[in-house]
């Protein structure tokens, strides 16, 4: 196994950007009703995760942003017709909370992850552990870590996507809102949408506090039917602000090409 990923937590701990802890968020993370958020992911396709991080922990985790030495990459979303604002990538090593919270919550979604490709009969099972996971991706070709943050001003905004980044997707995701709603910004809510067979979209707004979590499908889902199971597939994306400044952190599970 790649040594990398032989104890990530600790290796991240040692970089500049990892002197904020992450044990309390790992404890919260473990605390949640798990049961639950797995009964959400399966009827909504997304399940509310509530204060994941402090907002102590938002604001640290915010103000790396200008820290250039941490990221591998700065995507600025108008030049590319995503939408209007920015993000960075992290690069490897990830800041120790960032490394802690993507460790924790994969194996916590990992038996959501391989119940729905068995329910849409797709052969791919995900190991319990994210290093093994990540190990895979790399066997691939896909060594650049996704985890990302980022930074929306008045009048920005991102448009329905997906995040798939090679071959191997973890299907779930994570989104942390590291502002606070009516303090910071107004506007730039949380969307997600469902392209259902045949029917209508349906929207999906996610109420977030700062410090609150959404775990959602990357990128479809399987949905009971009268006929069976189908694929439904997942779009999100962010309202336009329309006042102030908002950052998100995103901790996506698989690596890109």
Same mark, same amino acid.
């Given at each position: 196994?790649?040594?990398?990923?032989?104890?990530?937590?600790?290796?991240?701990?040692?970089?500049?950007?990892?002197?904020?802890?992450?044990?309390?968020?790992?404890?919260?993370?473990?605390?949640?009703?798990?049961?639950?958020?797995?009964?959400?992911?399966?009827?909504?396709?997304?399940?509310?995760?509530?204060?994941?991080?402090?907002?102590?922990?938002?604001?640290?985790?915010?103000?790396?942003?200008?820290?250039?030495?941490?990221?591998?990459?700065?995507?600025?979303?108008?030049?590319?017709?995503?939408?209007?604002?920015?993000?960075?990538?992290?690069?490897?090593?990830?800041?120790?909370?960032?490394?802690?919270?993507?460790?924790?919550?994969?194996?916590?979604?990992?038996?959501?992850?391989?119940?729905?490709?068995?329910?849409?009969?797709?052969?791919?099972?995900?190991?319990?552990?994210?290093?093994?996971?990540?190990?895979?991706?790399?066997?691939?070709?896909?060594?650049?870590?996704?985890?990302?943050?980022?930074?929306?001003?008045?009048?920005?905004?991102?448009?329905?996507?997906?995040?798939?980044?090679?071959?191997?997707?973890?299907?779930?995701?994570?989104?942390?809102?590291?502002?606070?709603?009516?303090?910071?910004?107004?506007?730039?809510?949380?969307?997600? $949408?469902?392209?259902?067979? %045949?029917?209508?979209? +349906?929207?999906? /707004?996610?109420? *977030? &506090?700062? @410090?609150?979590?959404?775990?959602?499908?990357?990128?479809?889902?399987?949905?009971?039917? $009268?006929?069976?199971?189908? %694929?439904?597939?997942? +779009?999100?994306? /962010?309202?336009? *602000? &329309?006042? @102030?400044?908002?950052?998100?952190?995103?901790?996506?599970?698989?690596?890109?090409?």
């Amino acid at each position: 196994m790649n040594t990398l990923f032989a104890d990530e937590a600790q290796v991240a701990k040692e970089t500049s950007a990892g002197s904020i802890p992450f044990e309390g968020a790992v404890a919260r993370v473990n605390a949640l009703d798990w049961r639950q958020v797995g009964k959400d992911l399966d009827e909504q396709g997304s399940a509310l995760l509530q204060g994941v991080l402090s907002a102590d922990e938002c604001k640290a985790i915010a103000s790396l942003y200008p820290e250039e030495s941490i990221f591998r990459s700065r995507v600025v979303m108008g030049r590319y017709g995503f939408g209007r604002g920015e993000y960075k990538y992290f690069s490897y090593p990830l800041p120790s909370i960032i490394q802690g919270l993507r460790t924790t919550l994969y194996p916590r979604l990992a038996p959501v992850a391989n119940r729905w490709n068995e329910a849409m009969g797709i052969e791919v099972r995900y190991p319990g552990s994210h290093a093994d996971f990540v190990q895979r991706c790399h066997d691939a070709g896909q060594f650049r870590p996704t985890p990302l943050l980022l930074q929306y001003g008045t009048g920005d905004y991102n448009c329905l996507h997906q995040d798939l980044y090679g071959e191997h997707v973890f299907p779930i995701q994570v989104a942390i809102l590291l502002s606070e709603p009516q303090r910071d910004f107004t506007g730039g809510e949380f969307v997600l $949408t469902e392209q259902r067979p %045949r029917m209508q979209s +349906r929207p999906e /707004v996610v109420p *977030l &506090r700062q @410090g609150d979590a959404v775990a959602f499908a990357v990128h479809h889902r399987p949905v009971k039917g $009268t006929r069976g199971i189908y %694929r439904v597939n997942l +779009r999100h994306g /962010v309202s336009r *602000l &329309r006042s @102030g400044e908002r950052h998100t952190v995103g901790i996506i599970f698989h690596d890109a090409n």
